[in-house]
């Protein structure tokens, strides 16, 4: 097992002005005992590696195309995400399969080339509540994992994150029972398909994930970290959310 994570994912918010708060979250973890991530807007994301220089915390996409460059109006390729100083990309969040209609093929493609470029890709996959109330959850996020994974998938190269899509920015966060559940079925997914490597493939949980819910979070079985959205924007909530992990190792 790698080392446990946390994962900003800052969506699109973010300016220049907000680059203090790297600056404080570097100053704060010098020498942390697990992985930080932050995932700011691509237009910050040069500047922030920049600043963050020698240290640490590494910094991510959001998103990729799956093609190494051409005629993709808009588009950042993964080979680009890694030339601006990224070590990671967030791929197939639940707000890109529904604003951008990403497919788990799409998501596929993409970690594929994420990897040919070297990144770490963060593979998001959850239920939406309907599903959940329909019992179908293990059946999505299954059927989620088994398409939106390459076959190249291993510890070092992807990260799962299970982020429920009615958790995502609502405040709502599922039971520490529900949690294990489905990350223990994830587990046995990646175990049946990777083998025992599989193991050492970090299953984080996202989805309303603030300072006073993650060291309950952090203690639930297969849960190695967590992928933070809006907790992830100031450095006086991170933190905290940081420490929480460390304490529970
Ligand atoms: P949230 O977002 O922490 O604001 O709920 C999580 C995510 O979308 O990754």
Request: glycine share 12%; net charge negative; hydrophobic share 45%.
């Amino acid at each position: 097992m790698g080392r446990k994570l946390v994962a900003g994912n800052w969506k699109m918010n973010g300016t220049n002005a907000d680059l203090k708060e790297i600056e404080a979250l570097g100053i704060a973890w010098a020498a942390p005992r697990v992985d930080i991530v932050i995932c700011p807007p691509a237009t910050l994301l040069s500047r922030m590696a920049f600043s963050l220089g020698g240290q640490p915390i590494r910094v991510g996409g959001q998103d990729c195309h799956a093609k190494e460059s051409g005629a993709h109006t808009g588009d950042i390729s993964a080979e680009m995400l890694k030339d601006a100083g990224a070590r990671y990309v967030i791929l197939g969040h639940s707000e890109r399969r529904a604003d951008h209609g990403e497919s788990d093929a799409m998501v596929r493609a993409k970690a594929e080339a994420a990897h040919k470029a070297g990144l770490t890709a963060i593979i998001c996959l959850g239920e939406s509540l309907a599903q959940r109330e329909a019992g179908e959850t293990l059946d999505v996020v299954g059927g989620q994992l088994a398409a939106s994974l390459p076959d190249g998938a291993t510890a070092a190269n992807t990260v799962v994150a299970y982020e429920p899509i009615w958790a995502i920015g609502t405040g709502k966060v599922p039971s520490l029972e529900q949690i294990a559940e489905v990350h223990g079925a994830l587990r046995a997914g990646l175990k049946e398909r990777f083998g025992e490597d599989a193991e050492g493939i970090r299953l984080l949980y996202g989805g309303s994930v603030k300072p006073d819910n993650a060291a309950e979070i952090f203690g639930v079985e297969n849960v190695d970290g967590a992928l933070v959205g809006g907790a992830s924007l100031k450095s006086t909530d991170f933190s905290p959310i940081i420490s929480a992990l460390e304490s529970s190792l």
